[in-house]
């Protein structure tokens, strides 16, 4: 059991992702780590992470030595491209229980139907496998002969050839029997024959949920499929004419190789400088530049907020009938322009002249008499000041005669 | 002052990006030693572009580089001759005096077992995103010219390309000898 959160171990991975990649390497040469190799690797990255090391599981003892666990070396091979070619033997392991699991589900035994279903998993589990080994395989193989091409090792031809032909007879041509469709004994073979069961049976067996499992196992092996047919093609166009490969060398294809490999070309090497070109003026050799200005002149200017003046004169009518009810009310007013002043500022404190005089209108209203005294008063407003003579006003009376 | 024969050519060719090559009259008078030395003061003091020339051809290049444009570019010249490596040809003899259709260029690349590095390419990642690489930023450039027939010839600009994926061992060997 692992007592640690899955969170901290990947955090983990990631932060001594060099120091785990160091161990890897140590591991792929020798099989094992051992302990002074374990204590000079931490010592070289300046580490005491030992104990989880250990606590993670990520390292388990072998006698006195070290291995890293299983689970996590398959996950360093497939984070890194980096697989050990597989044998023959440790691929073809895969073609027997495919072959024995397909026989069995062949026999059609409908008592039981979970263990019908739990085989046809197991198969799609296998046939899965299977297809990872082979591409991985082919991907060890393609970067051994690729690394033979472009001869990083500096061997003389001689021993290019050796070791090509080591590669070829060993592991590439068994490789390429057991994807070969012409062999009636090929895992390939066995595949199409799955393939071409599980097809028949997704429609015409008679109870669903294993019509729906041969469904999956079907769609699983179209893709399977497909993905081994692009692995043979590498085999026969690039692998198996390796030897014929091998015979021209250049510092070229040497460059190439090590642009190509491992993601150089998009993560270590700048590309040669070429010229930016300006952009293409359609329609007037200035546009560019015209555009560019246009847009610029407001690149830096301030946000301008328009706040509305409000005028308070606006809002303010003059309700006429209101004034004059109120003035009626009053009467006599003994000075008509000082009650204006009044009446006005008891609405609006601060009255221009514009409004003081729609008030004074109402003196020439019919209703009303109107006396001049010889006095004179001065109105106040925001505006300036206004000399007014002192006007009586009383209620006109009208006679009965009339 | 006069100014070199087929001046504003020159200029209008080597400011929109293009490699002037050996087979081109315009190589004849940039190459000529006096207007060499003419057009490497001219474009530095002008605009602060550096000329750089070989024996076979000259291009312009400022402190922006187009940079994707060139990777695609390089990463296609790698793939393409160690394709045509594979296929038994002298990929420096089919470069220098071949003719290629879109279609003999596009096969190359569909088939080659660089497909991680392809498939992880913009401009070269199907056959009309080659077809573009090609026909537009590359014939533009005169990385290629295309003939009568429709095929596709390549200038001697493809060497600044395949000579950089060649020197950075070079480089890299040097780096480690320090």
């Known amino acids: 059991m692992i007592k640690s959160e899955p969170r901290s171990i990947l955090q983990f991975l990631a932060t001594h992702f060099d120091l785990l990649r160091e161990l890897f390497d140590i591991q792929t040469s020798n099989e094992v780590i051992t302990l002074s190799q374990v204590d000079n690797t931490l010592k070289n990255h300046e580490s005491e992470v030992k104990t989880q090391l250990l606590e993670y599981k990520l390292l388990v003892p072998q006698n006195d030595d070290f291995i890293i666990n299983e689970p996590y070396f398959v996950l360093f091979e497939f984070i890194l491209q980096q697989f050990k070619p597989l044998l023959p033997e440790e691929i073809e392991k895969f073609g027997q229980s495919i072959r024995n699991l397909f026989g069995k589900i062949k026999e059609n035994n409908l008592d039981d139907i979970n263990h019908l279903l739990a085989r046809i998993e197991a198969l799609s589990k296998e046939i899965n496998k299977f297809r990872t080994a082979v591409t991985n395989n082919t991907i060890s193989l393609l970067n051994e002969s690729r690394e033979l091409k472009a001869n990083t090792q500096k061997i003389d031809y001689q021993q290019k050839v050796h070791q090509a032909r080591n590669w070829i007879e060993n592991y590439i041509k068994p490789l390429n029997s057991i994807l070969d469709v012409n062999h009636s004994q090929s895992i390939f073979n066995e595949l199409l024959e799955i393939s071409k069961y599980s097809n028949k049976k997704r429609f015409d067996n008679s109870i669903e949920t294993l019509r729906t499992q041969f469904e999956k196992l079907y769609s699983l092996l179209r893709q399977v499929i497909a993905d081994i047919n692009k692995q043979s093609i590498i085999l026969s166009n690039e692998l198996l004419p390796l030897i014929e490969r091998i015979k021209t060398e250049s510092e070229y294809l040497k460059g190439f190789h090590n642009y190509l490999t491992n993601g150089n070309c998009w993560k270590k090497y700048e590309p040669p400088h070429i010229f930016t070109t300006t952009r293409d003026n359609l329609y007037n050799p200035f546009i560019y530049e015209n555009t560019k200005n246009y847009f610029e002149q407001f690149k830096n200017e301030e946000d301008v907020i328009i706040v509305e003046e409000i005028s308070e004169d606006k809002h303010w009518f003059f309700e006429r009938s209101v004034y004059k009810s109120k003035l009626e009310s009053n009467l006599p007013v003994d000075d008509f322009f000082a009650w204006c002043e009044k009446s006005l500022k008891e609405e609006k404190d601060d009255f221009s002249f514009d409004n003081y005089f729609m008030i004074t209108s109402l003196m020439f209203d019919e209703d009303f008499n109107i006396e001049t005294l010889q006095e004179k008063i001065t109105i106040k407003t925001k505006q300036g000041e206004l000399i007014m003579p002192k006007l009586k006003i009383e209620k006109k009376e009208y006679e009965l005669s009339k | ?178």
């Open chain 2, 1 to 178: 002052m006069n100014y070199p024969n087929k001046h504003k050519e020159i200029v209008t060719s080597l400011m929109d990006g293009r490699f002037i090559t050996v087979n081109e009259k315009l190589f004849d008078v940039i190459n000529e030693q006096e207007n060499r030395t003419f057009y490497t003061a001219f474009f530095e003091k002008s605009f602060g572009f550096e000329l750089k020339g070989t024996h076979e051809f000259y291009y312009l290049i400022s402190d922006e580089t187009k940079e994707n444009t060139s990777r695609e570019i390089s990463i296609f010249f790698s793939i393409f001759c160690y394709e045509l490596d594979k296929d038994g040809k002298n990929f420096l003899d089919e470069l220098n005096y071949s003719e290629f259709s879109i279609e003999e260029i596009t096969e190359y690349f569909k088939n080659s077992s660089w497909s991680d590095v392809i498939d992880a390419s913009k401009q070269l990642k199907d056959g009309e995103s080659i077809r573009k690489l090609i026909n537009s930023t590359m014939l533009k450039r005169n990385i290629v010219t295309k003939s009568i027939n429709g095929k596709y010839a390549f200038t001697k600009a493809y060497k600044l390309f395949i000579d950089y994926a060649r020197d950075l061992i070079k480089e890299d060997n040097q780096e480690k000898n320090k």
